[in-house]
C-alpha cells in the first residue's frame, strides 16, 4: 500500500529548455547551448527523475519560437506534465518561455548555466544569466509565478538542492490542487475547533469532501468479517506479529482488522488522499472499537488516516507527505502540555493514531481500551528520537494559514497514548503564534526537514499564508541561494 501512495506524490517534469533564435559563432551558439541542455538532461536520467523533453519539437530540442509555444503546451497537457524546468542554454526565449508557463499553470524553474570566462577575441558564446534576468521579468508581466536557482553549473550544490527543493514543492502543490479527502462520519457535537468550510475549501482550492456515514462503515465491516474471513484473519494476524502487548480479546482484534481493510478498500474506490473519521459516540457504538489503532495503521500505509473528523488535519497531513515524497510517515498530534523541566519541550500526544513503525526502538507497544472505559481499539507507545517538521493548515474568515517549524524530539516522562516529548528552539514564540494564529492544537509531525520545501510550495498557493517559525523565511532563502 505504501508504494501505491508514493505513485499518488509524484512529479512529471516538463523539461523547457530554451536558447535564444539566433546562431552565429561567437555569440548564442547553438552548439555551446544544445551541449548544456545535454549536461542537465544527463543528470535528469542519472537522478530517475520523471520528465518529457522537446525531442518532439525540433532536432535541437531546444524551445527558441513563440510561435511553438502551444505545440509544447499541447504535448505537456496529453502527458500530464505537473511542473516545468526552463534551463537557458543561452539568453534563452523569453516570450516563449512565459507563454507556455502561463498556459500550463505549473509551477516554473528557472535556472542557467554559470558563463565560461570570454574566449579568445573576447566573445561570450552563452549570456544565459542575462536571458533570465529577462525572461523573469516577462513573466512577472504575464503574472506567472517561478521558483529559481542561483546560476550555477550542473554538479554545484547548489543546483541539485535546488532542484530537489523544487521537485518536493510541486508534489505539495499538484496534491494542493487536487485534494480529496474522505469524511467518515460527523463532526462530534463539542468539538468545535475543528470546524471546516467545506465549501470553501472546494471554491477556493479545490479540495473536495467525500463524506459516508458510520454506519456504512459497519456495513463494509460486517461484510468483510463474514464474506472475507481469511482475510481478516491474516490482516490481525500480522497485527499480532508486531504488537508486544494486545490487551483485547480476539473478536476486537479481528473487528479493527476488518475496519482497517474496509476503510483502505473504501479509501482507493473513491481515489482519496487522506480521510477525516469521527471517531466518537456513534463510531463507537456502531463498530465496538475506538478506531485509534486502525487510523494508525492506515497512516503506516501512506494513507493518513485523521481523528475527530479534522479536515483541515488532513489537508495538512496530505501536504507534509507530499513534501517528503511519502518517504515517511506523518503522525497527528495534539500539542498538549509544556516539559515539566524542559521551557523548550511539549508533549506531542494522541490516543493511539501515531504510526508503529516510528516507535522508538527497545520500547513496548500495547493496544489497549481507551483509559480504561472497556471500549478496545486505542495503543500505547513512545515515538523514536530524531529531528520533526512540525506543520498546520488551518483558518478562520478566510484567513488561511501553513505553520511549519522545526523541533526535535527529546527525553521526558512516560505517558499513556501515542506520544513524543519535542523541543523547539524557542516554544514560547510557536505557543504564541499558535494562541494568535488560526490554529487549534493539532499539528502534523514528520521525521524531515520540510520547512525549505513549504516555502517553495507557497509561492505556488494563492490564498494561503506561509507562516514560518523556525528557520525563518530568511534563512531558507539564504540556504536557498547557496
Given at each position: 500500500?505504501l ?14 529548455p ?47 519560437r ?30 516563449a ?23 579568445a ?8 544569466q ?23 553549473r ?116 473513491e ?15 456502531l ?16 494513507f493518513?488516516?485523521?481523528?475527530e473528523?479534522?479536515?483541515?488535519g ?69 515515538i ?47 505557543e ?5 494564529g488560526?490554529?487549534?492544537h ?41
Open positions: 500500500m508504494e501505491y501512495y508514493r505513485d499518488r506524490y509524484k512529479v512529471r517534469l516538463g523539461f523547457l530554451t536558447r535564444r533564435n539566433l546562431n552565429r559563432p561567437n555569440l548564442f551558439n547553438r552548439d555551446y547551448a544544445i551541449a548544456e541542455k545535454n549536461k542537465v538532461e544527463e543528470y535528469l536520467k542519472a537522478n530517475g527523475i520523471d520528465y518529457v523533453n522537446l525531442d518532439f519539437l525540433n532536432e535541437e530540442g531546444l524551445l527558441f513563440g510561435s511553438d509555444a502551444e505545440k509544447v503546451v499541447e504535448r505537456f497537457q496529453a502527458l500530464k506534465v505537473n511542473a516545468l524546468f526552463a534551463p537557458h542554454c543561452n539568453f534563452g526565449t523569453e516570450d518561455v512565459a507563454k507556455v508557463a502561463q498556459k500550463l499553470s505549473v509551477p516554473l524553474l528557472l535556472w542557467g548555466p554559470r558563463d565560461d570566462a570570454p574566449e577575441g573576447l566573445n561570450r558564446t552563452r549570456d544565459s542575462c536571458g533570465l534576468f529577462a525572461t523573469s521579468r516577462v513573466l512577472k508581466t504575464f503574472g506567472v509565478p517561478f521558483s529559481y536557482i542561483t546560476n550555477s550542473v554538479v554545484d550544490q547548489v543546483f541539485k538542492r535546488g532542484l530537489s527543493n523544487f521537485l518536493a514543492a510541486a508534489a505539495i502543490v499538484g496534491k494542493f490542487r487536487a485534494m480529496r479527502i474522505g469524511q467518515i462520519g460527523i463532526r462530534p457535537a463539542s468539538f468545535w475547533s475543528v470546524k471546516a468550510n467545506e465549501a470553501e475549501l472546494f471554491e477556493r482550492f479545490g479540495i473536495e469532501v467525500v463524506p459516508i456515514a458510520e454506519q456504512d462503515v459497519r456495513q463494509m465491516m460486517d461484510a468483510m468479517l463474514s464474506e472475507r474471513p481469511d482475510e481478516v484473519a491474516s490482516e490481525a494476524a500480522s497485527i499480532r506479529s508486531k504488537i508486544d502487548s494486545i490487551k483485547i480479546g480476539d473478536d476486537s482484534l479481528n473487528r479493527i482488522a476488518a475496519m482497517k481493510l474496509a476503510v483502505r478498500e473504501w479509501a482507493k474506490a481515489s482519496l488522499d487522506a480521510a477525516a473519521v469521527s471517531c466518537g459516540g456513534a463510531m463507537r457504538k463498530t465496538g472499537i475506538m478506531p485509534c489503532f486502525v487510523l494508525s495503521e492506515l497512516t503506516d500505509d501512506g493518513p488516516a485523521i481523528c473528523t479534522d479536515l483541515h488532513c489537508v495538512t497531513a496530505v501536504l507534509t507527505q507530499a513534501a517528503a515524497g511519502a518517504a515517511s510517515p506523518v503522525f497527528l498530534a495534539d500539542m498538549t502540555v509544556r516539559h515539566p523541566e524542559n521551557d523548550n519541550a511539549e508533549l506531542l500526544w494522541h490516543c493511539g493514531v501515531f504510526p508503529h513503525s516510528l516507535k522508538k526502538e527497545g520500547t513496548p507497544s500495547a493496544i489497549t481500551d481507551h483509559y480504561g472505559s472497556g471500549i478496545p481499539g486505542a495503543a500505547k507507545w513512545e523514536k528520537r530524531g529531528g520533526l517538521t512540525i506543520t498546520r493548515f488551518d483558518g478562520t474568515m478566510g484567513d488561511y494559514r501553513l505553520l511549519a517549524t522545526k523541533g526535535r524530539v527529546v527525553d521526558g516522562p512516560e505517558t499513556n497514548g501515542t506520544y513524543a516529548w519535542v523541543e523547539f528552539k524557542d516554544w514560547p514564540e510557536l504564541h503564534r499558535l494562541i494568535f488560526p490554529y487549534i493539532h499539528c502534523v509531525g514528520i521525521y524531515a526537514d520540510v520547512t525549505p520545501v513549504f516555502f517553495e510550495a507557497s509561492r505556488y498557493m494563492p490564498g494561503v499564508s506561509l507562516d514560518l517559525v523556525d528557520p525563518t523565511p530568511h534563512e531558507i532563502e539564504r540556504l536557498l541561494r547557496g
